[in-house]
């Protein structure tokens, strides 16, 4: 059940960013009319109303669930591409190679990455979207690669591995061909849970002005822009709050469901 609901609010969610221009009355960015759209509240003209510039609300929120899930989804296939390449060479390798490998990863979980990314995003002027996905997705892997590491750990002492070494395969082949695809269920639950993560990790970003740069929506910038006003506007930044909220809560919701289908022991 918890995995039907999941996946049918991420394809309602994905459905919303691909269909953006579609959706949305007028450019995210337009500044319609300051002296009398100016924190407009919500009408039939403006369903979510409009911000301090004038721009629709509406507008800004749908192509803000682009944004946002543009850069968390490539950020995760960044950090789970690459912890799963050092998890599956210290598991598999052992000895030396392992332990260096996960004195590394060690070190990187020790160290905070909301101020890891602070740090480096405040030093650069000018972060680009290209970025600020490369950032998020290069210090995020450490925990992923410790996940890998021990199920392939487990894994390499099976019967199928000592077979496939029997019969002459190489560690290269035995290890992505026959030990990958036997661990690939707890990747794709933590590249689940890490979507959700990380759009909560880049609103809190672009809500404090070194994440994704205005007049580009996002719903970190946008809870930004409404901040002052939430008595007399709360609507500007209600809307991205609770955007954010059912995001964060569709892709934890799938990530459970997906852990009960592929581990039904977990349940």
Known sequence: MRLRIGLALVIALAAVALLAPLLTPYPPAAQLDLHTLRAAPPSFAHPAGTDLYSRDLLSRLV?????????AVLAVVISVTLGTLVGLLAGYAGGLADAVLMRIVDAGLAVP????????LALWEGVTIPALIGMIGLTGWFGVSRIVRAEVAAAREREYVGAARAAGASPVRIAFRHI???VTGPIIVTAAMGVGQVVLLEAGLSYLGIGVPQPTPSWGNIIADGQHVLLSAPWIATGAGLAIIVTVLAFSILGDGLREHLDPRSA
């Open 113 to 120: 990455k909301m101020f890891v990314v602070l740090v480096v």
């Open 180 to 182: 990958l695809p036997n």
């Open 63 to 71: 192509y803000g669930a682009r944004i946002s899930l543009i850069i």
